[in-house]
DNA sequence: CGCTTATGAATGAACGTTCATTCATTCTAG
DNA sequence: CTAGAATGAATGAACGTTCATTCATAAGCG
């Protein structure tokens, strides 16, 4: 019976994303998981060790959800597929899912150990960014910089439709797609 | 005697921002303050009361540290003073101040009520999308969609700098302001 | 097959601790 | 002397965690 894990796991998610990981009790997700407080700790050894878990589960989520699709076609064509990817993840957004930048603020989220799993993760991207390099169709920036200036803009709107709620008309983001390649095309 | 106030205020900022804010606890506030515990309820009515103040107060500070010297120059030096200005704010990131990210998450932020008070605070920055738009200087979108275009980029170095701790050089910095500029210009 | 025994997942009451908040008391400035 | 500011011990609720107990299922055996 592993489903109890993801059971527990979906929980803790739900609750983090609805009222912040300050009211993540031990009890109450034990109730919002359908089992009782003692379970979670066949589990998982401690609450810390559980956030540590439910942090890589969530990643692996997102990950799959931005690079989803973008394994064909042109560099450009497999850029505007990741960077409508992510808008996708502010269009969709539920209030059953932990979304990026709540999972961010997850305690343990920036030790260096998190941030080399979160490279792994992503590698399909920073082959992307090597072989438009190799081709000469993009200025030659290191990754971090080309994420900043192409798809930073797209994380953006992403975070303020979740945070406003509004939604942007497929023509302006076509455009801003479009000026977010130009920003970093040769 | 309303320093005692700010005391209190900057006490959990440094918390919040060394241990986040579930380790916020009266008790250590009050010690770290260097106040009684009770003391904290004659400025405070409640915790939550406390942490909507130190909300609008360190969003007050980010914003005049976004704008600081932005008033002069062309629209364009005014841009890049704005740009350059918050990669300050992740290069000169103490332990004893809460960033914008950090901010962005503490409860209540995305209230209707408190994006209004970030609108009215962030005013000058529209101000400065509007003159440009009317000069015909960028390009004609919304400015949330501006926004994301040319700031986000030097928001997304801001929070890297502060997550892993490592700087880029003047030179990388300056290309990638560049960048963004153009990419909303017009 | 039926009966007994062993297993380990699941439970939830109970534990000690820490939490936010209160208030009778003490201090202090005028 | 007095009024308001400051105190910090006290309070009960809620916290993370533990563990004796339960019980459906599996294994062992004649």
Redesign the pocket.
């Known amino acids: ?1 592993d489903n ?1 894990r993801d059971q527990i796991l979906r929980a803790a998610e739900n609750i983090i994303a609805n009222e912040g990981l300050h ?6 997700l ?1 109730k919002d998981a ?10 998982f050894t ?3 060790e559980l956030i540590d878990e439910l942090r890589r589960d969530v990643l692996t989520q997102i990950a799959d959800s931005i690079l989803q699709g973008s394994e064909i076609g042109s560099v450009e064509q497999r850029f505007r597929c990741i960077w409508f990817n992510i808008i996708r993840l502010g269009e969709t957004c539920t209030m059953e899912r932990l979304n990026f930048e709540q999972y961010t603020h997850l305690p343990g989220a920036n030790s260096e150990e998190h941030r080399q799993f979160e490279r792994a993760t992503f590698a399909p991207l920073h082959a992307l960014f090597n072989e438009a390099k190799a081709e000469g169709v993009i200025v030659d920036l290191n990754d971090e910089l080309l994420f900043a200036l192409a798809l930073e803009p797209a994380v953006g709107l992403c975070r303020r439709m979740r945070r406003t709620g509004l939604n942007f008309s497929m023509d302006e983001l076509e455009v801003v797609c479009d000026l977010s390649w130009h920003a970093i095309k040769r």
Chains 1, 2 share one sequence.
């Open positions: 019976m109890k009211n993540l009790s031990m009890q109450k034990a359908g089992v009782a407080a003692g379970t979670i700790y066949r589990y401690d609450k810390d």
